[in-house]
């Protein structure tokens, strides 16, 4: 199984502040098709997980363009360009190039 | 308006059984593959099995295979997962979620939670 390791696990952030995150996989997660099946959810507080970016740089439809992906390989990177209060909550990264799906750890976000 | 809808869970003893139900509105399950997802409160996502379109493809991750049996019913619109031998590692919240091609979990059911204690 490909491990995905994420971090920081916790990460206070400013408001107004950039702020980010890194997700490795245990293997390049860079497909023959040249995309990379790299994806990032948020899960706020007592809700399910939403999707924010899909094959590590594409945001999903109604995220704020202040949150961006970047990465190839094994390494990628969430950004938060200038966090705002809503921004709370636990982040994902999850492979989906092979079976079965893995997700890391978790990055939860909170405000300082 | 796009919904999926968890069902079924609830409180067993070790050895039982429970089936748990998605029901989903807004799109047509013969358009996705489906899957569940299980997190224990507080801690990480983990991906238990998923069913493709047709119903014929199935898998299932190797802490439920054998014990876990996915099923869809298209005409129900409604997603299955049929759990015999709980364990308490079993314990978690129940999610239904799909895929269309690159498209990878891009709507969530809410959960149903699933406890398992003698």
């Known amino acids: 199984d490909i491990v995905m390791t994420q971090s920081p696990v916790s990460l206070p952030v400013t408001p107004g502040e950039p702020a980010s995150i890194s997700c490795r996989s245990s293997q390049s997660l860079l497909h023959t098709d040249g995309r990379n099946y790299l994806y990032w959810y948020l899960q706020k507080a007592g809700q399910s997980p939403q999707l924010l970016i899909s094959l590590a740089s594409n945001r999903a439809s109604g995220v704020p363009d202040r949150f961006s992906g970047s990465g190839s390989g094994t390494d990628f990177t969430l950004m938060i360009s200038r966090a705002e209060a809503d921004d709370v909550g636990v982040y994902f990264c999850m492979q989906a190039l092979q079976a079965p799906l893995t997700f890391g750890g978790g990055t939860k976000v909170e405000i300082k | 308006e796009l919904q999926l809808v968890e069902s079924g869970g609830g409180s067993v003893q070790p050895g039982g059984s429970l089936t748990l139900s998605c029901a989903v509105s807004?799109?047509?399950?013969?358009?996705?593959?489906m899957h569940w997802v299980r997190q224990v409160p507080g801690k990480g996502l983990v991906w238990v099995s998923r069913?493709?379109?047709?119903?014929?493809?199935?898998a299932y991750s190797d802490s439920v295979k054998g014990r876990f049996t996915i099923s869809r019913d298209s005409a129900r619109n409604t997603l299955f997962l049929q759990m015999n031998s709980l364990r308490a590692e079993d314990s978690a919240i129940y999610y239904c979620?799909?895929?269309?091609?690159?498209?990878?979990?891009?709507?969530w059911g809410r959960g149903t939670m699933v406890s398992v204690s003698p």
């Open positions: 807004g799109f047509s399950l013969n358009d996705y593959w």
């Open positions: 069913v493709n379109i047709d119903g014929r493809i199935t």
């Open positions: 979620t799909r895929t269309r091609g690159t498209t990878v979990f891009d709507f």
